[in-house]
């Protein structure tokens, strides 16, 4: 069973902050996803990494695929309220992490 | 387009009642899926259609039956509703291209979810 644990469950932090969330396994995964939730949505899909070592950004966000492909981590530069939400992982048989749920206060 | 859609939005049931949840797509994918959604446990994977004309079973399949009606449409049925079942459930396509290492790197989408009470 590949279990994928994000960390920290729940983050809160006032505009402008830095801040990363991780998601990580004991197992290897040929890709990973990122997504975000909005209360009352189905998740987005932000990013896929799929090469070991891998660094995408997407305007304030940077995602990492760790060298093993076991773990993954976002980092937000000068987080905005409207990046507040719910953020989770996926990999293999479209398991999901338990996710970071974000909240950027003005 | 509208994407992926989903009825009811919720849906309040009582122990032993039986219902299903619908779900169709226009975006001609390939692939369908249903998870639930529970706090703090992220989302698991009930049942997924790879193909019209296949199911499969997911990580937490049981009480539930699902039939792909065609291409757009995959329905989630519960026979007899438990407490347990309480739950956000979500739809999602993808177009899931024939490449066996591609299957899961394209974009998921997701309908807008059930919230299903059952008491």
């Known amino acids: 069973t590949q279990l994928l644990e994000q960390s920290p469950q729940f983050l809160s932090i006032q505009e402008g902050e830095n801040l990363t969330v991780y998601c990580n396994s004991s197992s290897v995964f040929s890709s990973l996803q990122w997504y975000r939730q909005e209360p009352g949505e189905g998740p987005v899909l932000l990013v896929t990494?799929?090469?070991?070592?891998e660094v995408k950004k997407l305007k304030r966000l940077t995602f990492q695929f760790g060298d093993a492909r076991k773990d993954s981590s976002l980092h937000i530069t000068a987080a905005q309220p409207g990046d507040t939400g719910l953020y989770l992982c996926?990999?293999?048989?479209?398991?999901f992490g338990a996710g970071t749920r974000l909240t950027v206060k003005p | 387009n509208a994407g992926v859609t989903q009825t009811p939005k919720f849906q309040v049931l009582k122990t032993g009642q039986s219902m299903t949840l619908q779900c169709a797509q226009d975006?001609?994918?390939?692939?369908m899926y249903w998870y639930r959604q529970d706090p703090g446990m992220g989302l698991r994977l009930i049942y997924y259609s790879a193909s019209e004309g296949t199911t499969d079973k997911g990580e937490v399949p049981n009480g539930y039956n699902v039939s792909r009606l065609n291409k757009r449409e995959f329905s989630l049925r519960l026979e007899s509703a438990a407490p347990s079942q309480t739950s956000v459930y979500f739809c999602a396509s993808r177009e899931a291209p024939s490449i066996p290492a591609a299957l899961f790197t394209d974009t998921q989408y997701f309908g807008p979810g059930t919230r299903l009470t059952v008491l």
């Open positions: 990494v799929v090469t070991g070592g």
């Open positions: 996926a990999g293999g048989s479209m398991r």
């Open positions: 975006m001609n994918h390939n692939s």
